[in-house]
């Protein structure tokens, strides 16, 4: 894992961490809104470009213009035409997008995602590849994008199908 990117191993210090029910906003995601400038201060507005956002701030980099909106991803950076570890990844969903960063894949060909609002937590879940609509690289680091496949790693469950 040290020779994952920097943001990668930022958002990796986030697993596990979970929107509290009802009214009150889990306090890293209160502080994401904050840092970012956010209107809202809510975690019940899907909250996945908030936590890439928050990753890449956090390690120097600019986030995406329209950082809160997933699909805001697809204007980012450097358009990559495959995965790979680290990179930004953004999916079609009902309703609208997804975003997260991929970690690997698993050995039915599923991406593994970290990312947030998955599941109301920062998790890695296994997404199904029809639904990417694109692949992100942060333009000032193209000299850290790796050409290595991506690694096998383990999943269970079901692919991801709801992230709002």
């Known amino acids: 894992m040290n020779n994952e990117p920097h943001w990668l191993r930022e958002a990796r210090e986030y697993l596990g961490q979970r929107e509290l029910p009802g009214a009150p906003t889990a306090p890293f995601i209160a502080k994401w809104l904050q840092q970012l400038g956010a209107w809202w201060r809510d975690d019940e507005t899907p909250w996945c470009g908030t936590a890439v956002a928050a990753w890449m701030k956090a390690c120097g980099i600019e986030p995406?213009?329209?950082?809160?909106?997933?699909?805001?991803?697809?204007?980012?950076?450097?358009?990559?035409?495959?995965?790979?570890?680290?990179?930004?990844?953004?999916?079609?969903?009902?309703?609208?997008?997804?975003?997260?960063?991929?970690?690997g894949k698993d050995q039915a060909g599923r991406l593994l995602v970290l990312g947030g609002n998955q599941g109301n937590a920062v998790s890695i879940a296994p997404f199904d590849p029809a639904r990417v609509v694109g692949y992100r690289w942060p333009a000032e680091r193209m000299n850290e994008l790796g050409v290595s496949p991506l690694p096998v790693l383990v999943a269970s469950g079901p692919a991801s199908t709801n992230e709002a």
């Open 64 to 103: 995406a213009k329209a950082w809160y909106r997933a699909k805001g991803w697809l204007d980012w950076g450097t358009a990559i035409a495959a995965p790979a570890v680290g990179a930004v990844v953004v999916f079609e969903r009902v309703g609208g997008g997804h975003v997260g960063l991929v970690v």
